[in-house]
DNA sequence: CTGTTAGCGCTTTCAG
DNA sequence: CTGAAAGCGCTAACAG
């Protein structure tokens, strides 16, 4: 017995370890393992005694040597293309939330939409043997990550718009979301229905959104109005000042519009769809109802307030941290996609047609 | 020499180890290990030798052993309040671009300004042998911090209003910005400058932002007009709404204005009271002009654009990182304070006072 | 119910 | 210029 064993423990730099506890409590460290994993059966009269020990010294296992000796880290990397973005986060706060719960600790890198710097990540994240790979967003290739994968961690897709992935992917249905958006309007007695925002064939969610549209109305025997149908070959870039520029370059030259309701692919098309025609004197929602699709924080601050299409993006990150986590305890990884539903949030922007009247 | 040595790396779940290197390369892994690090001379033979056999063998450091035998993990932990606001994560982007270059990995979690949340993941961070903490926003308060800082990790505080810490800080110089932009509108021939916002005895940066004002005015022998100073005691929740009120209300009852430029507090309370101006029929920036304060992406998407103060957030990100970085390997922990500038981002909300006389 | 001991994969004295 | 071996703090057979 070393007689110096006692003030060790109380240098600041040199935490207690496991060892001094077991020597404190006069029982061999695997039994202060065991009291503290429940992994096999210590009595309770010593596991008592241990636990308060470990207490008085405010001891904290090392998760660095657990997790060599385990081989399991506890740890999930996170891959988002960018921590800015206000989607990804949202997303985030739901894996978040799901991840402290079970106790995983949670490291996150944004990859500006390089898949070089991706692949860097998961290799980088490999070393550091992370238990799982969550990836939000993203391109739509996923080949880098597969060969990059090499220890065949879990993986998670949450709104990566992969076409066949063997991994399992969260998704949002857009093209029902705009369906039931169709019928919402429908509802409330509008029948001429247009549509803005960008098609890319590189793109599934706009061309999910714009079939959604046509979809929607050929469900109600409406045939689409190309005049009423704003459409931009590509992604928009600026897509509030895009869209500005389409509506009123329309009114310029039409002087009129021949709908009663305008469906925008995104909250920020429909802000700025929303100021054109507020600047050429059409008043909303009494003139057209407008309704955006997202839900930014930004929809909130609209006069009048934007009503919109609201994608469940923490639940999307929740689910997805806890299909992640199960397939790492459970092993069996289940590559089905899961889609989630929209709801429409009904605020100023939209109101029932035969209010209208009154101009 | 066993038989089966090759074999063995090809299994995609254990992945190769230095043992396997060394084996291959036919010396100890001493060498290797120094191969890679540097840390004592290999011959350039045997190093181009091993490199070669690193490479084809796709060999990585095991992360989680190199820590434990050195004590040191090159992880940083990250404690923001909520990574859903803007703020914090332009700051994060700052301080991810200066760790990546660095090579340091970032464990990022939330409080939700919860101190008690706090304390735990300091402590969680602690086991997992983090080598530095990044504090960004948050309580006043930080006797939790260097309470449950057992180990003395040397930490960096970024926004976060403490008096005094003991910890160096980032900050931004408020009260000079607000002064700043005082000047500016004079020169933009202004001279009935109003301000907006909330006070509390509690808020630091509310009584900054507010006494720049008053000082501003009088370091230009203009005294405060009270008319103009639209003050909320406390702290504002809803401030969009808050902010239109208030001007609502005013404009309700008094019918016209008496200033030609305010400033605003923030944003958001720049575009609520933007929006109040603009259904009471003054054009802005004709009538007057206005001047919000953090430069929100929200800002860009006003119309007109709102001309703003702007917040170095990546920057100020980046200085802590590398603050954190230099404390941690100098060991030699710096208290400073450092405080960051900010810049007046004209764009459409605010014009010369000349213009206006058009009407 | 508990202890001994061999690792986990790496770094780092110490020794040559 | 290079190796042997101890050790980082913990877990998990194996042994009683």
Avoid at 228 to 252: A, C, P, T, V
Wanted: proline content about 3%.
């Amino acid at each position: 017995m070393d007689k110096d064993s006692k003030n060790k423990s109380k240098n600041k730099n040199s935490p207690v370890t496991i060892k001094d506890i077991a020597r404190m409590a006069g029982v061999s460290i695997t039994t202060v393992s065991h009291a503290l994993s429940g992994e096999r059966y210590v009595k309770e009269e010593t596991r008592q005694k241990i636990l308060k020990i470990i207490k008085d010294n405010n001891y904290k296992p090392n998760i660095i040597a657990r997790s060599l000796s385990k081989k399991t880290t506890r740890i999930l990397g996170v891959i988002l293309p960018d921590i800015n973005n206000y989607i990804y986060t949202k997303i985030l706060k739901g894996i978040e939330e799901e991840t402290a719960r079970e106790d995983y600790i949670l490291i996150i890198s944004s990859t500006y939409f390089d898949d070089n710097v991706e692949t860097n990540q998961i290799e980088r994240l490999n070393t550091l043997f992370v238990d799982g790979l969550l990836f939000i967003g993203g391109t739509k290739d996923i080949k880098h990550i597969i060969k990059a994968n090499v220890r065949d961690l879990p993986v998670v897709l949450v709104r990566r718009p992969v076409e066949d992935s063997g991994y399992p992917k969260i998704l949002v249905d857009n093209k029902k979301a705009i369906i039931e958006a169709v019928n919402f309007l429908l509802d409330l007695g509008h029948e001429k229905i247009g549509y803005i925002g960008g098609v890319d064939d590189q793109d599934k969610i706009s061309i999910d959104k714009y079939n959604g549209y046509i979809k929607g109305l050929e469900n109600n025997k409406i045939r689409p109005d190309s005049k009423n149908i704003f459409l931009k070959k590509g992604i928009m870039q600026d897509s509030h000042k895009e869209s500005y520029d389409m509506i009123n370059n329309y009114l310029k030259t039409n002087n009129k519009i021949d709908m009663t309701a305008l469906i925008c692919k995104t909250d920020y098309i429909a802000l700025g769809a929303l100021d054109a025609f507020q600047r050429n004197n059409l008043v909303i929602p009494g003139d057209l109802s407008i309704l955006g699709f997202g839900n930014l924080d930004i929809s909130e601050h609209s006069n009048p307030k934007l009503s919109t299409i609201s994608i469940p993006f923490e639940q999307m990150g929740n689910t997805a941290a806890k299909i992640l986590i199960e397939s790492i305890t459970n092993k069996k990884v289940k590559k089905e996609t899961i889609l989630f539903d929209t709801t429409i949030l009904q605020r100023k922007s939209t109101q029932k047609l035969r209010m209208s009247f009154k101009s």
